[in-house]
């Protein structure tokens, strides 16, 4: 599973992607728990940041597994 | 409705052409500039930054969306990225409609969606006095990743070729010769008949002749022939002298001993001495990979224990809980393993010994697996390591070639597939292995290892840019180059700020030309793709789609 970080978010972990190997599906809690333990600087950003899964914005019930590329999307600013 | 959508690097054209549709009564445009004040502060300009695959599939899913509301014909949207100075367009939106109040009602829904949902930030604000870079790509400010092109000089100047050992013809199947060798004499030695025939004086007009002698492949009889002589040759037979020509047994007729020349020919059939190869000059030169054709010419010289790079030692460890072997069946979270028969796979075409080994997920257990297995370590030219290549919790490649001695060269590049590709080095001038109390290798040995990305396509791209340029260089080879051809169909594809290597079937055109047909592949987790991939499409970064016909650099993968 590789998840990209973008913006503001980049600076926050350090880096614009890590890959995770989960041996099974995430919910969003789980992954959240998942990048928290990694990231621990997320925390502040998490109520702002939109999950992606594959390049849409991931449903509530959403089930990220081994091959999807997640995104972590803070507010945009395009245009 | 038609839609056209757009990131680019470099500056929003002063003029877009509106689509060529038959019917449309309004074309609506519309540009934002990068304002001279950011806050409440005078700037110089703006960065943006995208997440690009995203982007784009966003503004055309709002188009589509508004599109059932409002009923117009076509869009373009272009949105510039990086670094965009004062008073130039981030974005342009061109609508075409039958009536301009459905276009104008559509443009301003989208701009406040896009403002809304689409992965686009302004990243950093230049301050008033900063002379923003004329171009502009996708700047962030950290340290670049490696592109492409500076992975593999990294890979090239830490690969340096394995001593040479002299080898047996039967064994030197696809080494590379690390000498040159030269024809030791004449090939052919004397001058050959190439038919079955009659051999006379090149100068000898005579009616008839007097056979004096018959000569088989195998004979060896010099002798000088005078008018009229001739002697009965073989295919293949050494002539007893120079200065002849031979006569074809049909131009013959033959009574007894003598023969008549029935028809006239200003062949000679013969070949000559040193014709083929002369003495002193070089057969194959140093690098050459031996194929069969260059161990017949070895064969031909009797020279029969070449110099060649050595068969050398990989090592592969695959990783990871989640993967089971290809003949059980996964629970669901597992998968099976088909990165370990890919790797021996595309081993295959190299003369190499290959090990291959699970390592536990669990780090402490990896090291103390790798404890076991010093002497393989040891020994290994390259170690490869599938899986854990990136920085998640679980993802120990880095700390695992770091504790084995290998100092890292890179550990991220610019490229997808592939981005977590990690090299690394353990000993040489150039490796700081050599000061390590834990290194492994013996003094005075280079190891290479890489840590591949775990998707199967990752791998095989790594694998081809990456892996084999390093195992030509290490065999003292030339690295795989790549070759120009056309694309087949459209690359449809977005503008991506990381170079590409896209899958793709190669085929020769009858013109020739190679043809390039994309695969379908979505996320380096696609497997379907490797079915019939025997090529890499070179993308460059931000550049896409690439439209039919147009040349690209390509990677075969199939040598």
Not at chain 2, 72 to 86: E, F, K
Not at chain 2, 451 to 462: D, E, I
Request: glycine content about 8%.
């Amino acid at each position: 599973m590789l998840v990209l970080f973008f913006a503001q978010l980049k600076d926050v972990t350090g880096c614009d992607a890590v890959e995770f190997a989960p041996p099974s599906p995430l919910n969003r809690e789980q992954l959240w728990t998942m990048l928290l333990e990694k990231f621990p600087g997320l925390r502040d950003h998490r109520r702002n940041i939109r999950l992606t899964c594959n390049w849409e914005y991931a449903e509530a019930n959403a089930q990220f597994t081994n091959t999807d590329e997640v995104a972590l999307i803070p507010p945009v600013s395009g245009g | 409705m038609e839609i056209e959508v757009q990131l680019t690097g470099s500056p929003i054209a002063e003029k877009v052409s509106p689509p060529r549709l038959a019917v449309h009564g309004a074309w609506l445009e519309f540009r934002g500039a990068v304002r001279d004040e950011e806050k409440g502060e005078k700037i110089s300009g703006l960065e943006y930054e995208a997440y690009p695959e995203m982007a784009v599939r966003e503004i055309r899913r709002i188009l589509e969306l508004l599109a059932i509301k409002h009923d117009c014909l076509a869009a373009r949207v272009i949105h510039r990225v990086g670094i965009i100075p004062v008073g130039e367009a981030a974005i342009y939106v061109g609508i075409a409609s039958r009536h301009r109040a459905e276009g104008i009602v559509l443009l301003g829904e989208f701009m406040n969606q896009l403002k809304q949902g689409v992965p686009i930030w302004k990243r950093r604000t230049l301050p008033l006095g900063a002379r923003p870079a004329s171009g502009g790509g996708q700047r962030t400010g950290r340290p670049t990743l490696k592109s492409l092109d500076e992975a593999l000089a990294e890979i090239q100047s830490h690969c340096q070729p394995l001593p040479a050992v002299c080898a047996p013809l039967a064994e030197a199947f696809g080494r590379v010769l690390r000498e040159t060798v030269c024809a030791p004499e004449d090939f052919p030695s004397v001058d050959r008949s190439t038919r079955d025939g009659y051999a006379i004086r090149a100068d000898d007009a005579s009616e008839t002749y007097s056979v004096v002698d018959t000569l088989h492949a195998v004979d060896w009889k010099p002798r000088h022939l005078k008018p009229g002589e001739a002697v009965r040759v073989a295919t293949g037979a050494s002539l007893p002298c120079e200065n002849l020509r031979v006569v074809m047994q049909e131009n013959v007729e033959r009574t007894g001993d003598q023969i008549r020349i029935i028809r006239h020919a200003s062949a000679t059939n013969i070949s000559f001495r040193g014709e083929d190869l002369r003495a002193g000059g070089p057969l194959l030169h140093t690098g050459t990979k031996l194929d069969a054709g260059a161990l017949a010419i070895l064969a031909t010289v009797g020279h029969v224990n070449p110099l060649v790079s050595p068969r050398f030692r990989v090592l592969h460890f695959t990783t990871g809980d989640e993967i089971v072997p290809p003949d059980q069946t996964p629970k669901p979270g597992q998968i099976r393993d088909s990165n370990s028969i890919l790797i021996r796979g595309l081993l295959q075409n190299f003369p190499c010994d290959v090990e291959q080994a699970h390592l536990p997920e669990d780090f402490e257990k990896a090291k103390a697996e790798c404890g076991m297995r010093k002497a393989e370590i040891r020994n290994a030219d390259m170690i490869l390591v599938s899986g854990g290549a990136s920085v998640g919790e679980k993802d120990f490649t880095r700390p695992l070639l770091e504790s084995l001695g290998f100092g890292i060269v890179f550990s991220q590049i610019n490229l997808r597939p592939g981005r977590p590709l990690i090299f690394g080095v353990n000993g040489g001038a150039s490796g700081p292995a050599s000061r390590l109390v834990s290194s492994l290798a013996p003094p005075n040995k280079i190891q290479v290892a890489f840590g591949l990305p775990g998707n199967p396509l990752s791998h095989f791209v790594c694998f081809h840019f990456a892996v084999a340029a390093a195992l030509a260089h290490l065999i003292g080879g030339e690295a795989p180059k790549y070759l120009r051809g056309k694309l087949a169909e459209k690359l449809d594809d977005q503008p991506c700020p990381r170079e590409t290597l896209w899958p793709a079937k190669l085929e020769i055109g009858p013109d020739g030309v190679a043809r390039l047909h994309p695969l379908a592949w979505a996320n380096s987790g696609n497997v379907a793709c490797l079915a019939s991939a025997n090529a890499l499409v070179r993308v460059p970064a931000n550049i896409g789609p690439l439209e039919q016909f147009a040349a690209v650099d390509f990677l075969p993968t199939n040598c």
